[in-house]
């Protein structure tokens, strides 16, 4: 992937056609289908190539806590889905809560990160005990042996966990937003991975009573504005110079938020949105590759690319399932 810069780099609102951007990434821009503006360059030459595909693949089966459940493999680290067609609460209860207890010790990890210096010493000392604790209940979780007659208790401690780190970021957005605190981590960052939280517990609450379901009203809306949201942290973390890319991840953001306001209806047997999902796990997984290989210049941790992209993932893994 070329990354030095060209007479084009530099005027990117005069000649960067969509041609050019494919030219100079190596790849395409996402979520093209249906939702994007741009679809066609402006030449009208023809829909380009996308970034390397990658295979949905199939669910790789595990026994955790004494439950069958499975992973879903593609990036540095493995996306914890239930087994396909699985209606038990249980196992959705523990295939859930090894994704999302370790998104959220990541969460933790990451604004310990951007929390530097004597100064931010009490709030990145809070984060990183966070990052400790949901260490240890994923490790508890590894050891239990889950059933019908005690899954309810473990989810509840796991909310009780998850509560309290939402009422921490919810705090720090405050102090951030009304600067208070400096550190580097945006309220919007905050407000981001507290709401995937309150997702996460609204899920837990529905599954202690027993409600496996997934309804694309709920699948649909939460996870686009999600997806937008990472669409623009990217565009904001990557080097000024990485115009096609900055490009690429603000179009994300446009086409997810058209289809959270829509909620991407179906059309026919065409599912606009799984289209775009799997642009945006190409798009994901082609960035990680190239941070670490230090192809793409930026200030996105590579723990941060594979982050995002097994949220992505696992939307593609939710919408699969909804009624
Ligand atoms: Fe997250
Ligand atoms: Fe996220």
Redesign the pocket.
């Known amino acids: 992937m070329p990354t030095s810069p060209t007479p084009v780099d530099q005027k990117p609102n005069v000649l960067l056609t969509r041609r050019r951007l494919v030219e100079m990434a190596g790849v395409t821009l996402v979520g093209t289908a249906i939702y994007a503006t741009h679809a066609i360059a402006a030449d009208g030459s023809q829909r380009p190539p996308r970034f390397p595909a990658v295979p949905m693949g199939t669910v790789r089966p595990e026994n955790i806590a004494g439950v069958g459940i499975g992973t879903l493999t593609g990036g540095t680290r493995p996306v914890y889905v239930t087994l396909p067609d699985s209606r038990d609460p249980v196992e959705h209860s523990v295939a859930d809560t090894l994704f999302w207890a370790e998104?959220?010790m990541?969460?933790a990890m990451f604004i310990a990160m951007m929390m530097p210096g004597p100064e931010l010493a009490r709030p990145r000392t809070q984060a990183e005990r966070f990052q400790r604790e949901f260490g240890a209940h994923l490790a508890r979780l590894r050891r239990s042996r889950l059933d019908r007659s005690n899954y309810g208790r473990f989810n509840r401690a796991t909310i009780g966990l998850t509560r309290s780190l939402i009422d921490y970021k919810q705090r720090m957005a405050v102090e951030q937003s009304s600067g208070r605190m400096r550190s580097l981590v945006w309220p919007t960052f905050f407000d981001?991975?507290r709401h995937?939280a309150e997702r996460f517990v609204r899920r837990l609450t529905q599954l202690n009573a027993g409600n496996t379901v997934y309804s694309r009203g709920e699948v649909v809306p939460f996870w686009s504005n999600?997806m937008g949201e990472h669409a623009q942290f990217i565009s904001q973390l990557l080097d000024p110079e990485e115009q096609a890319l900055i490009l690429a991840a603000r179009e994300t953001t446009e086409t997810f938020r058209r289809i959270a306001s829509d909620r991407g209806p179906r059309r026919g047997g065409f599912d606009p949105v799984m289209v775009a999902v799997n642009d945006i796990i190409d798009f994901k997984t082609a960035a990680e590759r190239g941070i670490q290989e230090g192809r793409i210049k930026s200030i996105i941790h590579p723990a941060l690319a594979d982050?995002?992209r097994?949220?992505a993932v696992r939307f593609r893994d939710e919408l699969q399932r909804t009624a």
């Open positions: 998104q959220l990541e969460h981001h991975t995937e999600i982050h995002v097994r949220e």
